[in-house]
């Protein structure tokens, strides 16, 4: 008996049952990302359907996120299930920052100075 037993147990793992209990369901995955995030930070979802929801995290339960999305008009926040999500991250955007603004005042000034030499050698 003792060895039909251990027979089953190491067929068992040998057929990978043993790593389907191992790992975590990937809705439990996501639960734990998006509780990482702080509530009222910009989002991405990305649904497995394909859908994609841009918006802020306004609530995260023990089955779905709530989001508020980022539209011109008005619309109800949106509810999407863990079960649902193919990817999830949070927006930090692609605003301005040092490096951009530096650019772009450097661009500027090159540029009124080129017109200016420009004008002079017009004049000459």
């Known amino acids: 008996m003792r060895s039909i037993s251990l027979a089953l147990i ?14 975590q369901p990937e809705s439990v995955a996501w639960r734990q990302v998006a509780e990482a995030i702080a509530l009222g930070s ?7 359907e394909g859908k994609r929801i841009n918006g802020t995290l306004m609530r995260v339960d023990s089955t779905s996120v709530l989001v508020k999305k980022n539209t011109r008009h008005p619309e109800p926040a949106v ?13 930090k955007g692609g ?4 490096g951009k ?5 450097f ?3 090159a540029g009124v100075i080129v017109t200016m030499i420009l004008f002079a050698l017009q004049f000459d």
């Open 10 to 23: 190491v067929s068992l793992f040998a057929l990978g049952v043993g790593d389907t209990y191992a790992q």
């Open 42 to 48: 910009k989002v991405k979802i990305q649904t497995s």
């Open 79 to 91: 509810a999407v299930a863990f079960d649902n999500i193919a990817r999830l991250e949070h927006d």
């Open 95 to 98: 605003g301005m920052n040092i």
């Open 101 to 105: 603004a530096m650019a772009i005042g």
């Open 107 to 109: 661009a500027t000034g």
